[in-house]
């Protein structure tokens, strides 16, 4: 059976921007006086601004101030803003969309940033305005809610449960099961493959080249690339 | 049996320096001319810059041109030198090297950088002079060849054999592997435990710190931190 339509996670899963998001909330933590190792942070990126840092306030014992949390977003958001001219597509990324479009397959974005932090993503990779993209800024939970993904798979029209999710972290598998929808993981945000196979993900590719190689594997037509 | 020696990496695995390493290759590729995603460098990372430089560009499919490596390397040292001041030892660092002493069990520092590189975290561990600090100087090959350990365990005046190898890289445990030593892997460097698992690892430990938790899981008296 062929998915009614695929559900795309932004950073990491489409455009290389995650080692930057870390180094951007490790710079935050620490003028916020708060030392936290850069892995454990990576592996929270993915989640919303909000969620994260509540998570990471969590690890470090500190009490979740929400004035704290605020000002954590407000100076990952900037130090993120320095690093917008590095981020690039992921490679296959721009094939896969426009291969999914020829193929007729509707297709959406659906991403734990706010739409300002977004902007620069979808623009490197050419998203068109007739392309729903949900962002934090307009559902009341972020990932691993499922709220981002039925959202987009609402603005779609299709049923959740007939499409695939497709991120790079665990965040993006935990809510496409709890979503009830198929989750396919990419390696390209620098999780390993345990940590996304034991998140529920059905198959679990490299980057956005590798799965378009590989689409067959969800029900579509592969593109030899 | 109670190891002979340990036998420690430093980025990643008593300096959280890896992710810094990481973006100055990010930058050291970029200003060649050569797109690579930022996954693919991490995944690399332990290995000496010129074997590490070498397996990009063969990734890349580009000539491996010995001008272009040492250009490449010279540009990530400068890069990599402007994140100095960010370095700190990993959670729990100090205090195990600093338990090892107490336990009378002998330890020596193997790395892949070179000295020059390496100066700032062993100065933010406080390594005192008289501990055998092995980098990629002093050997014909570095990791995943086992020169670094066999050297490190030579000074230290141990069997390889009766020593454990403490590493965050696959590089690190292949190399323990190929030295016959017992390989423990830590996941303070950003890989997955998977990956670490499937390269040898005996047992897989968050940081520096929880090591210290379980030392008697490798024969010898644990802390309770």
Not at 39 to 55: D, T
Not at 77 to 100: E, I, K, N, S, T
Not at 178 to 184: D, I, K, P, T
Request: glycine residues 8%; proline residues 5%; negative net charge.
């Amino acid at each position: 059976m062929q998915p009614s339509a695929i559900l795309f996670d932004l950073d990491g899963t489409l455009v290389d921007s995650v080692y930057y998001h870390v180094l951007a909330w490790r710079e935050a933590l620490e003028e916020a006086g708060i030392e936290l190792a850069v892995w454990r942070i990576h592996r929270k990126v993915g989640m919303s601004g909000g969620l994260l840092a509540q998570a990471l306030l969590r690890e470090t014992g500190r009490v979740l101030d929400p004035d704290l949390i605020d000002s954590l977003q407000r100076t990952h958001a900037a130090a993120y803003r320095r690093f917008d001219d590095r981020v690039q597509p992921l490679p296959g990324a721009r094939d896969l969309l426009a291969h999914l479009t020829t193929l007729g397959v509707p297709w959406a974005i659906a991403t734990s940033g706010r739409l300002e932090t977004a902007a620069v993503a979808l623009s490197v990779l050419g998203v068109e305005k007739r392309v729903p993209v949900v962002t934090r800024d307009l559902v009341p939970h972020a990932k691993p809610d499922p709220d981002l993904f039925i959202e987009a798979a609402r603005r779609l029209g299709v049923p959740i449960a007939d499409a695939v999710v497709v991120g790079d972290s665990v965040w993006d598998l935990l809510a496409a099961r709890r979503a009830h929808a198929l989750g396919v993981g990419l390696l390209s945000g620098g999780y390993g493959e345990d940590e996304l196979t034991t998140s529920g993900a059905y198959r679990v590719y490299e980057d956005p080249r590798d799965l378009l190689r590989h689409l067959d594997e969800i029900g579509l037509r592969s593109l030899e690339v």
